[in-house]
C-alpha cells in the first residue's frame, strides 16, 4: 500500500456518521490509467458537517447515501482490487452497514457506487463494538504518479468509532 496518511477527521462531539458519498474517478477502458476510489466524505447526525481525510484529485461526488431514520453507520466493508494488472486502482467501493442503536431491528446494508471492480474483491466488515457508532475517518492516499505512472488514489482507510457516553443524542430525530 502506497501513500500518504491524511488528517483523522471526526464529527464535531463525537456525532455519530449517518450517510457517506464516495468521489469515484470513471473506468476510461484499457490501456488508459484510472484510479477509481479517491475520496470518501462522511455527514454527521443533527449538523450535517461533512468530513473527508485527504483525498485523491481525480473523478466526481456521486451522491450520498443515508442510512434509514433511527439508525447510524456502524460497520463498512472496502471492495478493492490486488495489485498485478497493468492499471492498478487500490479502493473501488465501498459498502456500509446502518444500525439501530436502541433497539432489536437487523442492520440494514447500503452498496457504494462502485463503477469498477471486474477483479475487485471485498474485504471483511469492520465493524465497531456493540453500542458504538463510526463518527470519523483517516484516509491513505498515493499521491499523483504524472504521466509515467499508475495512480491508484485511495489506498486504505481506519475509521473511528465513538460511543454515546458523553453526550445527548436525540435519537428521536434519526
Avoid at 47 to 60: A, E, N, P, V
Avoid at 78 to 104: F, I, P, Q, W
Avoid at 111 to 118: A, S
Wanted: glycine fraction near 10%.
Amino acid at each position: 500500500q502506497e501513500g500518504e496518511w491524511g488528517l483523522e477527521s471526526k464529527c464535531d462531539d463525537n456525532l455519530p456518521v449517518v450517510a457517506f458519498n464516495l468521489k469515484l474517478e470513471k473506468d476510461y477502458g484499457f490501456g488508459v490509467d484510472d484510479s477509481a476510489l479517491n475520496a470518501i466524505r462522511l455527514e454527521c447526525l443533527h449538523t450535517r458537517q461533512l468530513i473527508t481525510s485527504s483525498q485523491g484529485q481525480w473523478g466526481d461526488w456521486k451522491g450520498s447515501k443515508r442510512c434509514p431514520r433511527h439508525t447510524v453507520i456502524t460497520g463498512v466493508r472496502m471492495r478493492s482490487e490486488g495489485s498485478g494488472k497493468k492499471d492498478n486502482v487500490a479502493a473501488v467501493d465501498m459498502d456500509v452497514e446502518c444500525t439501530n442503536l436502541v433497539g432489536a431491528v437487523d442492520p440494514e446494508i447500503l452498496k457504494g457506487h462502485g463503477l469498477m471492480g471486474t477483479y475487485a474483491n471485498y474485504c471483511e466488515w469492520f465493524r465497531c463494538p456493540k453500542g458504538h457508532y463510526i463518527c470519523g475517518l483517516k484516509t491513505q492516499v498515493q499521491p499523483n504518479k504524472g504521466r509515467s505512472g499508475d495512480d491508484t488514489a485511495l489506498n486504505d482507510v481506519i475509521f473511528t468509532c465513538c460511543v454515546p457516553n458523553d453526550i445527548t443524542i436525540d435519537w428521536s430525530s434519526l
